[in-house]
């Protein structure tokens, strides 16, 4: 059995910045991974999927030029194995980086393999058992798999990333950021997309508007969807294909026909792998790991950070948790989970940039709400730039004048919405970005126009 002061299980945006520095603070620690160094972001994640939503964007900017004057002659195509190799340089410099360093650090020890807990705080990864004080789980998550598609070969958001053609007809079932991130990535590189979700909406979660308004765009660009699907299922047709029944309350054909299958409908905690049952830390019915507001499990000692404990879900909100228990341990702060503010992007062309809450959450906690909006159409920059779909607002307290929630859906809207958040950390009245002066000609100087202009919402 060896000894270290702490065990990091998953090196993911967590888990790796975490093991490098107690490594320089003298810790001795092992370190964990049975699948591939960074994890989930930088392998099927993040760095991935945004190289190929910019290739997506070269495309779109290759067959749209007519309307801001550039006549671009056609014969503009994806070349999948190109894409796919830009992707694949990008995620190999990011993990050798790792590897180098994890290499050269005589404070970690790094075990290539699967993690299961054989005692309280005693792990085993193949023949190899270890114990320690301290365990940190970043174990992340995977795509969930509905009942109804044993049969047929689809793809998940991980392994559509190693396709070197572009599907001719690419079925997506779930209308949510990963479906909508692909199909109008696979859309604008050639393929005839389908999305099949069973909500009347697109992303449940967010306001109505927002949802109607996405809905458009991508109806504009030519993806079709199949909403309110119910009893949704797959099988393999004799030609090879791929068949997903459908029941529509909206009505249309019982089966969608074509060549691949995305299942997109989200995500699953990879700690049922674990054998936490040894260790007496509590999950929730979902497989989430219960923690505190300091990521502590009720097992003094053992910590979950990043997707598994399911307080974010985002690279942004794992790093943070990075950050929360680094900095509480090392530098004699006291930060909590509870401090920060929601924020995520949907990386969709325009983009949406979310800071707090929605409208409809405001209302549910009782707030005397106030909302300022601006429609992209009215933003000469946008209109420069022939980008008008999409809004921007912001909600705001009556009582205190702080700003509890905005949404930038609009070109710029996922680094945009940074201004706003900026204000809601300093927990500033709205005031003091609608006095500002911002740049001309930019899409951000209408925030204090918008801010202008409230009115109250019931």
Known sequence: MQEFDAIIIGSGQ????????????????AFIEKQHLGGTCLNVGCTPTKTYVASARRMWD??????????????????????????????????DGIAGGLEKNENITYFKGEATFIGPKQLA???????????????????????????????TNESILELEEVPEHLIIVGGSYIGLEFGQMFKRFGSRVTIVEKGDTLIKREDQEVSDTILQFFKDEGIEFRLQATCISGEKEADGGISIQVDCKLGGPPKVSGTH????????????QLNLDKTGVLVD??????????????????????????????????YNDYEIVAENMFAGKDRKVSD??????????????????????ALSKGINLLEAKREMSRISRAKEKGETNGFMSALIDADTKKIVGACVLGVGGDEIIG????????????TVIRDSVQVHPTVSELIPTMLESLKEVS
């Open 125 to 155: 990864v193949g023949e190899a058992e270890m114990t320690a004080e301290q365990i940190f789980i970043n174990v992340g998550g995977r795509p969930f798999v509905p009942e109804g598609f044993e049969g047929v070969s689809y793809l």
């Open 340 to 361: 920060r503010i929601l924020t995520y992007g949907l990386f969709t062309d325009p983009p949406l940039g979310r800071a707090g809450i929605t409208r409809k959450e």
């Open 419 to 430: 201004s706003i958040l900026n204000v809601m950390y300093a927990d500033a009245a709205y």
């Open 62 to 95: 290759a067959t749209n030029g007519e309307a801001l004057g550039v006549m671009i002659p056609k014969g503009a195509y994806a070349d999948m194995k190109q894409i796919k190799a830009r992707k694949d340089s990008l995620i190999k410099k990011s993990v």
């Open 14 to 29: 967590a888990g790796t910045p975490l093991v490098f520095k107690m490594a320089a603070q003298g810790k001795k620690v």
């Open 261 to 272: 299958l995305l299942l997109a409908v989200g995500r699953k905690p990879n700690t049922n």
């Open 285 to 318: 019915d979902h497989g989430y790991i219960e923690v505190d507001d300091y990521l502590q499990t009720n097992v003094p000692g053992i910590f979950a950070l990043g997707d598994c404990n399911g307080k974010g879900a985002f690279t942004h909100t794992a």
